[in-house]
């Protein structure tokens, strides 16, 4: 009898493990996405929120065939995701090497001059995430195209003058695509000689569609807001935490000033650690960031006010394979990655925030009595209508002054977001100090504290 029971949870646990999303993953019925009421975070027309779940895709149109581009699609679809950040001049010689398909870009890399051919493929691939309910995150070119300062083949191809025509021809051609999120950018300052650049290019897709949003993609450890948060175009600041942080430090300093910033808009991490990515580029100092990493930095930004986040993996957005050139020391096809233990478990964190309200989340940090708690187990608080979360990344004994809490008794759970599972604890009247040890502790063993209303 214990053979059965054991296998009855064991394969009950494997089930957890793999969930799926059913059907689309996104209604797009709901209408348009625009800010929310409270200016915090994205909904539909229709007021349904939208959970911003992404996944960086970078070079979609330019490395992949349209079967891979769909199994891609169809394997993101159903992991839960949302959101396909993806690049139309990509970042890996975008421009002087064709596609999948044999198609450049540009023809004599002239941005004024589109090759039809290459543009009906990327056409194509929209609509088959559309098919899937996938919002694509559309970066009209890599930075590289704008600034050779940092890194990357270029070649410099823009000005402000062909930036904003860029634009408008851009923002025309995909202005009637229900499934488009504007990502002005590419991993670059937006600062100096840029500015003007990046600001004639949203200039010129806002000028011809104003339907859809846009934010900017910075270069690593910076923000958008630190040079576009008045401007009109931008509609939710990005942040991007980068590679080379393992404490929450970083949200701190980078997160908090732009979630804080006048007038209030939504932000989120647009590209944090990657997993199966050398952290710091030094694996031989530091290791390699795992599933463990990619789940505290969804709930270190999510719970510090964030209208949604982005996942990603090293192989999966240059599509490394066999025979090409790996970035940021890729290790695992593209193809093998997609199962990766942190891309399955995100499925838990969207299904956990659409379980709630999470569109009244605040960041609610004096919730928190302990004395002292390291960066790198950085306790998270957020409180919204009638519940809070409390994200605890290695499973440290919390200590909440709960009669802060604007009710007077709770029901307490522990979710568990390596595989969906919630346990309700109990039911207590709020005190001024109240202790909670999670059933586990230490590296990997992170867990939610979910408090409710009786």
């Not at 704008?146 to 860029?166: Q, R, T």
């Not at 040079?227 to 175009?233: C, D, L, T, V």
Request: charged content about 20%; hydrophobic content about 35%.
């Amino acid at each position: 009898m214990k053979n059965v029971s054991f296998l009855v949870v064991m394969g009950f646990s494997f089930l957890i493990a793999h969930a799926q999303w059913q059907g689309p993953s996104v209604n797009f019925s709901h209408g348009r996405l625009k800010i929310s009421e409270n200016k915090r975070y994205l909904v539909f027309s229709d007021g349904t929120p939208f959970f911003y779940l992404g996944d960086t895709g970078w070079e979609l149109f330019h490395r992949l065939t349209k079967q891979e581009a769909e199994s891609y699609l169809e394997k993101r679809r159903s992991q839960g995701f949302t959101v396909i950040q993806a690049v139309v001049l990509a970042e890996l010689d975008g421009l002087n090497t064709p596609n999948a398909e044999g198609n450049k870009p540009l023809l004599n890399n002239n941005p004024l001059t589109p090759d039809e051919k290459y543009f009906a493929h990327v056409d194509w691939v929209i609509r088959k995430a559309m098919e899937k309910g996938l919002f694509i995150g559309l970066l009209p070119t890599w930075g590289d195209k704008v600034d050779l300062a940092s890194w990357g083949k270029g070649p410099l191809i823009f000005n402000k003058e062909n930036a904003f025509l860029y634009g408008q021809w851009i923002g025309k051609r995909y202005r009637n695509f229900p499934n488009i999120i504007w990502i002005n950018g590419g991993d670059r300052f937006g600062g100096g000689k840029n500015f003007e650049v990046f600001d004639a290019l949203a200039r010129g897709i806002k000028s011809v569609d104003t339907v859809h949003l846009m934010t900017f993609h910075p270069i690593g450890e910076h923000s958008s807001a630190e040079w576009f948060h008045e401007s009109p175009w931008l509609d939710f600041n990005m942040t991007q935490t980068g590679h080379s942080q393992r404490s929450y430090a970083v949200y701190r300093w980078l997160f908090q000033p732009t979630y804080y910033k006048q007038p209030v808009k939504p932000c989120m991490d647009g590209e944090p650690r990657y997993e199966d990515h050398p952290v710091a580029w030094k694996p031989e100092l530091f290791g390699w960031f795992d599933d463990v990493d990619v789940r505290q930095a969804a709930y270190w930004n999510l719970l510090s006010g964030a209208c949604g986040h982005t996942y990603g993996c090293n192989s999966v957005w240059q599509f490394y394979d066999t025979g090409r050139e790996p970035m940021g020391m890729a290790r695992r096809s593209w193809k093998e990655s997609l199962d990766l233990p942190g891309a399955s478990q995100m499925i838990y964190v969207r299904k956990l925030f659409e379980k709630y309200p999470y569109t009244t989340l605040q960041p609610y940090q004096s919730l928190i009595a302990n004395e002292y708690v390291p960066e790198t187990d950085w306790i998270v608080a957020a409180v919204g209508k009638n519940f809070a979360f409390v994200y605890l990344p290695t499973g440290t004994t919390v200590h909440l002054k709960t009669n802060l809490l604007p009710w007077t008794g709770s029901k307490a759970s522990w979710y568990n977001p390596r595989n969906g599972e919630m346990k309700e604890i109990e039911y207590f009247t709020h005190t001024e100090n109240k202790t909670f040890t999670p059933p586990s502790s230490g590296r990997g063993n992170d867990w939610i504290l979910i408090l409710e209303t009786k």
